[in-house]
């Protein structure tokens, strides 16, 4: 047994891995020959989308089973970085193995190339993984094992192995054995649960943040905890799917892009706790000082450095697994069953109120307007649905403003990096996964940066649903470029020579049915028809070049050139004088009592 196999077969038997997604290489063969008996193996256009395909496989895998990546040395590895920095940022599982060339045709130090295809693949990945190593000979089972599995924050893990590394016959290593994780400090995890539930019990506006840090099988666990607690619940863009508002007491998705009800009220509540999520900028708002004023802020964060870094404002934390701490904390909150009518009454208000489709949105004549899509989108699913809101740009912004999601959905994207072009590839991966109905919207500009993998859906006859937000360009780009710049366009659409492609030309060159949608007349119908079936389905959104995206954080460039922005609460269009009074009276008590106090 050569060692490709040898290490194919115990990840297969120890590690629940299934399948590969990979590009063939001559530097992967030995890599490549073992792992077509033992996984099922997709092959892909390019490289970045079969990194983000696993990482999206993985994430929605109901059953614990794990998807790896496979590329040769070179290009193969160059066109994966952008997959890896993806996967680091938001801390998802990607094991990356990758050819090289044999060892006595590596480069020497100082040299630029040797072998073919040559570069130093670990020193490119080093910087965006766990751990990215080469090994120079084969090692046992349980040393791999050690890599896999040493790392409390979750992320990339690269595996750089030679042509004759890979081919190394194998006698004498001992038999692997699965691998044994340490025990948690379950005492630690209790002391926290003990001052989180104290906290509550002192406090009259609570919230429960749940971030992506917990996973979706540690929720379910909890729902009914949670839902019985009396806590009001809300979510991170990661997290959107482990509560919902289908359940009780769910008020929303703040964020920099969030929902106004959310922001406004995260930002009158006197405590939050924040479990699995790092609280990052997006999260807080760039005004971070101003997160949450009034609050008493506990956060439950598997890395130090997160609760650490400065900002926001901490009260208390606790460095640990979310998914150890969220079990014994919803039952100690079900067990008191608190009451907070004051304020459960005041949310309702606040969301009864703020609609998810503004009212101060413009839609131009004869387009769709994009967050009524969404909202007449969400009508048409099914809790067993899987929804990847692409990663950047209107498409995703308004995907996660105005999507009424059920329980039971799975929702996936990848904030962190934000980059355009992830959608498909996760769709690709979160389908072959879930074996699920999966819905994808992306905007047509992003869509474009990876297109060639409607290849991979065609061949593969996946049930994904794509809706392409079509308004000739980067809506975003578009709109920084009007609002900072006056109006000066460059390289943000079909205008300023950016060149995208006819969509029903493209989708009848892969053999995939079209649809396209120009009116919201009958626009819950043509949704209907769209989404039925087993297989895929491209549907053009028409949207407006010149859509308005709002609510919005705004934010202004100051006389020295930087940039500020306001809290969230604060968002755009502004409350007139009557919601600020109805709608902010904490924040409204607490500016004059300061000012009183002055």
Same mark, same amino acid.
């Given at each position: 047994?050569?060692?490709?196999?040898?290490?194919?077969?115990?990840?297969?038997?120890?590690?629940?891995?299934t399948?590969c997604?990979?590009?063939?290489?001559?530097?992967?063969?030995?890599?490549?020959n073992?792992a077509?008996?033992?996984f099922?193996?997709?092959p892909?256009v390019n490289?970045?989308?079969?990194g983000?395909?696993?990482?999206?496989?993985?994430?929605?895998?109901?059953?614990?089973?794990?998807?790896? %990546?496979?590329?040769?040395?070179g290009?193969g590895?160059?066109?994966?970085?952008t997959?890896?920095?993806?996967?680091?940022?938001e801390?998802?599982?990607l094991?990356?193995?990758? @050819?090289?060339?044999?060892?006595q045709d590596? +480069?020497?130090?100082?040299?630029?190339q040797?072998?073919?295809?040559?570069?130093?693949?670990v020193?490119?990945l080093?910087?965006i993984t766990?751990?990215?190593?080469?090994?120079m000979?084969?090692?046992?089972?349980?040393?791999?094992q050690?890599?896999?599995h040493?790392?409390?924050?979750?992320g990339?893990i690269?595996?750089?192995i030679?042509?004759?590394?890979?081919?190394?016959e194998?006698?004498?290593?001992?038999?692997?054995?699965p691998?044994?994780?340490?025990?948690?400090?379950?005492?630690?995890?209790?002391?926290?649960?003990?001052?989180?539930?104290?906290?509550?019990?002192?406090?009259?506006?609570?919230?429960?943040?749940l971030?992506?840090?917990v996973r979706?099988?540690?929720?379910?666990?909890?729902?009914r905890?949670?839902?019985?607690?009396?806590?009001p619940v809300?979510?991170?863009?990661?997290?959107?799917?482990?509560?919902?508002?289908?359940?009780?007491?769910f008020?929303?998705?703040?964020n920099?892009? @969030?929902?106004?009800?959310?922001?406004?009220?995260?930002?009158?509540?006197?405590f939050?706790?924040a479990?699995?999520?790092?609280?990052?900028?997006?999260?807080?708002g760039?005004?971070?000082?101003?997160?949450?004023p009034l609050?008493k802020?506990?956060?439950?964060?598997?890395d130090?450095?997160?609760?650490?870094?400065?900002?926001?404002?901490?009260?208390?934390?606790l460095?640990?697994?979310?998914?150890?701490?969220?079990?014994?904390?919803?039952?100690a909150?079900?067990?008191l069953?608190?009451r907070?009518?004051?304020w459960?009454?005041?949310?309702?208000?606040?969301w009864?109120?703020?609609?998810?489709s503004e009212?101060?949105n413009?839609?131009?004549?004869g387009?769709?307007n994009?967050?009524?899509?969404?909202l007449q989108?969400?009508?048409?699913?099914?809790?067993?649905? %899987? $929804? $990847?809101?692409c990663s950047s740009g209107?498409a995703?912004?308004?995907t996660?403003?105005?999507?009424?999601a059920?329980? @039971?959905?799975?929702?996936?994207?990848?904030?962190? *990096?934000a980059?355009?072009g992830?959608?498909?590839a996760g769709?690709?991966?979160?389908? *072959?996964?879930?074996?699920?109905r999966? $819905?994808?919207?992306?905007?047509d500009?992003?869509?474009a940066?990876?297109?060639?993998?409607l290849?991979?859906?065609?061949?593969?006859n996946l049930?994904?649903? $794509?809706?392409?937000?079509?308004?000739?360009?980067?809506?975003?780009?578009?709109?920084?470029q009007k609002n900072?710049?006056?109006?000066a366009?460059m390289?943000?659409?079909?205008?300023?020579g950016?060149?995208?492609?006819?969509?029903e030309?493209?989708a009848?060159?892969? @053999?995939?049915e079209f649809? +396209?949608?120009?009116?919201?007349i009958?626009?819950?119908?043509? *949704?209907?028809s769209?989404?039925?079936?087993?297989?895929?389905?491209i549907v053009?959104v028409i949207?407006d070049?010149?859509?308005t995206?709002?609510? +919005?954080?705004?934010?202004?460039?100051?006389?020295?050139?930087?940039?500020?922005?306001?809290?969230l609460h604060?968002?755009s269009?502004?409350l007139n004088d009557?919601?600020?009074v109805t709608?902010?009276?904490y924040?409204?008590?607490?500016?004059?009592?300061?000012?009183?106090?002055?």
């Amino acid at each position: 047994m050569i060692f490709a196999e040898y290490m194919f077969q115990n990840m297969a038997a120890f590690e629940g891995y299934t399948h590969c997604f990979f590009v063939a290489g001559g530097n992967s063969m030995h890599l490549l020959n073992a792992a077509r008996k033992l996984f099922t193996c997709i092959p892909v256009v390019n490289e970045v989308a079969a990194g983000i395909a696993v990482e999206y496989f993985n994430e929605v895998n109901p059953e614990g089973k794990k998807a790896f %990546v496979l590329v040769t040395a070179g290009p193969g590895l160059t066109n994966l970085v952008t997959a890896v920095a993806g996967a680091y940022l938001e801390s998802r599982e990607l094991l990356v193995i990758g @050819g090289q060339v044999k060892t006595q045709d590596l +480069k020497e130090k100082g040299m630029r190339q040797r072998g073919i295809q040559e570069i130093d693949g670990v020193s490119i990945l080093s910087p965006i993984t766990n751990k990215s190593l080469r090994l120079m000979n084969p090692i046992e089972f349980s040393a791999l094992q050690e890599i896999l599995h040493g790392f409390r924050r979750p992320g990339p893990i690269f595996i750089e192995i030679p042509l004759d590394v890979q081919a190394t016959e194998i006698s004498d290593f001992p038999e692997a054995t699965p691998f044994i994780n340490e025990e948690i400090d379950s005492n630690m995890v209790s002391a926290f649960v003990e001052e989180s539930v104290s906290q509550i019990s002192k406090s009259t506006r609570p919230v429960i943040l749940l971030g992506g840090g917990v996973r979706r099988e540690t929720a379910a666990r909890c729902i009914r905890d949670i839902s019985l607690s009396g806590i009001p619940v809300m979510t991170t863009w990661n997290g959107a799917d482990r509560y919902a508002p289908d359940l009780p007491n769910f008020w929303g998705r703040p964020n920099t892009w @969030g929902q106004r009800a959310a922001n406004i009220l995260i930002q009158q509540s006197d405590f939050i706790i924040a479990v699995g999520t790092r609280l990052g900028l997006q999260q807080t708002g760039f005004a971070w000082e101003q997160f949450a004023p009034l609050a008493k802020i506990f956060q439950v964060e598997i890395d130090p450095l997160e609760v650490s870094k400065g900002h926001p404002r901490i009260d208390n934390f606790l460095v640990g697994d979310a998914n150890s701490f969220l079990p014994q904390f919803a039952r100690a909150a079900r067990e008191l069953h608190f009451r907070f009518d004051d304020w459960i009454a005041f949310g309702e208000s606040v969301w009864s109120h703020f609609e998810l489709s503004e009212a101060s949105n413009v839609t131009g004549a004869g387009y769709v307007n994009p967050y009524e899509f969404v909202l007449q989108l969400s009508d048409c699913l099914t809790p067993k649905d %899987v $929804i $990847i809101p692409c990663s950047s740009g209107g498409a995703f912004t308004v995907t996660m403003q105005a999507f009424v999601a059920r329980y @039971g959905q799975k929702i996936v994207s990848n904030k962190g *990096l934000a980059s355009m072009g992830y959608g498909l590839a996760g769709a690709i991966g979160a389908a *072959l996964s879930s074996n699920r109905r999966t $819905i994808l919207i992306e905007g047509d500009g992003g869509f474009a940066q990876n297109l060639q993998e409607l290849g991979t859906v065609a061949r593969q006859n996946l049930n994904i649903k $794509i809706f392409i937000f079509s308004n000739r360009g980067y809506a975003s780009i578009r709109m920084t470029q009007k609002n900072y710049f006056g109006g000066a366009y460059m390289g943000c659409d079909i205008e300023t020579g950016l060149g995208l492609p006819d969509w029903e030309y493209i989708a009848k060159s892969y @053999g995939i049915e079209f649809f +396209k949608i120009e009116s919201e007349i009958g626009l819950s119908k043509a *949704l209907n028809s769209c989404v039925s079936g087993n297989g895929p389905v491209i549907v053009e959104v028409i949207i407006d070049p010149n859509q308005t995206y709002y609510p +919005k954080i705004s934010s202004r460039i100051l006389e020295n050139g930087q940039m500020a922005s306001n809290p969230l609460h604060l968002m755009s269009p502004e409350l007139n004088d009557n919601e600020v009074v109805t709608f902010l009276p904490y924040l409204e008590i607490a500016v004059k009592t300061a000012r009183e106090e002055e």
